[in-house]
């Protein structure tokens, strides 16, 4: 049992690896053998659970990176390549959150989400794919959201980056299966992680017990999921095992969307 799901000998990049699902997700992969290169802004953050899993007598390395910004990614490209040249997962996490419709978002809040959650993306997508197809493939696993599928009150500019990394899913997967490149992502419903209550504290002052128990509430099961059931299904999507898959989308969601 213990030979799935490893993976042994892999170099992968977690971009928002400082916090929350990314770190989750490092955690993970470490666990599993990974040799996992922590990507964060927050170069501390990621440092501190690069620690973490090194004393743990994990492979981690964090490197400061702003996913939005393409000569920092490709330096952190090429910086991870001269140590291991083949990347062979790569995990588009980092993500930014903002509470707004079409009449209170503002044009630079609209435009900073799409910096770092759609470009960010793209960068990252497009400097880790040579690695990929020059080693004979990859696994690319990409943080989307129930917000690319369904509506979510005020979440105007958030649901245009979800709706875009979806699309930009399936377009990665079709266009580089031949080069053994699988693509696919995960669609969360309320995961508890600062980034949650990061905006229920700037947007809801004084409210922030009964928003998030509006939040667990939302789900059918009653509760916001963890990082850490979400990370076990980027395990999935990372390892061998789910050789079959690619172009797919994963609700991870306590049962939204089935109703
Ligand atoms: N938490 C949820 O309920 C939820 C639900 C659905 C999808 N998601 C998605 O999952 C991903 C992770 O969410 P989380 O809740 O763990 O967030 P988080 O805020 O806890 O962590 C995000 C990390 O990304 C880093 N980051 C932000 N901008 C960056 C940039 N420009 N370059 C590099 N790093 C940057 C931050 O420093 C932080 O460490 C996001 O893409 C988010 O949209 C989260």
Not at 16 to 41: F, K, Q, T
Not at 85 to 107: E, K
């Amino acid at each position: 049992m213990d030979t799935l799901f490893r993976l042994d000998g892999k170099t992968a990049v977690v971009t928002g690896a400082g916090s929350g699902i990314g770190e989750a997700i490092s955690e993970l992969y470490a666990a599993r053998g990974a040799r996992v290169v922590l990507v964060d802004l927050d170069h501390a953050a990621a440092s501190a659970v690069a620690q973490r899993i090194t004393a743990k007598g994990g492979d981690a390395w964090a490197l400061a990176c702003d996913v939005s910004q393409e000569a920092s990614v490709q330096a952190m490209v090429q910086t991870v390549r001269q140590r291991h040249d083949h990347i062979a997962i790569l995990v588009n996490n980092a993500g930014v959150a903002h509470v707004g419709n079409a009449l209170t978002t503002t044009a630079a809040d609209f435009e900073r989400l799409f910096r770092v959650t759609v470009l960010g993306v793209h960068h990252c997508t497009q400097a880790v794919l040579p690695s990929m197809i020059e080693h004979g493939g990859g696994a690319i696993v990409n943080l989307a959201s129930i917000a690319s599928f369904i509506a979510l009150k005020d979440r105007w500019a958030y649901s245009m980056t979800k709706g875009a990394v979806l699309a930009m899913t399936r377009a990665t997967a079709l266009d580089f299966v031949d080069q053994k490149v699988r693509c696919n992502c995960v669609a969360p419903a309320r995961i508890h992680t600062p980034f949650v209550d990061g905006f229920v504290a700037k947007n809801y002052p004084g409210r922030e017990d009964e928003i998030k128990a509006s939040l667990a509430k939302y789900q059918p099961v009653g509760r916001m999921g963890t990082p850490q059931e979400v990370a076990q299904l980027c395990l999935y999507l990372a390892s061998d095992e789910a050789s079959f898959v690619t172009g797919a989308a994963y609700p991870i969601d306590g049962g939204v969307m089935m109703q």
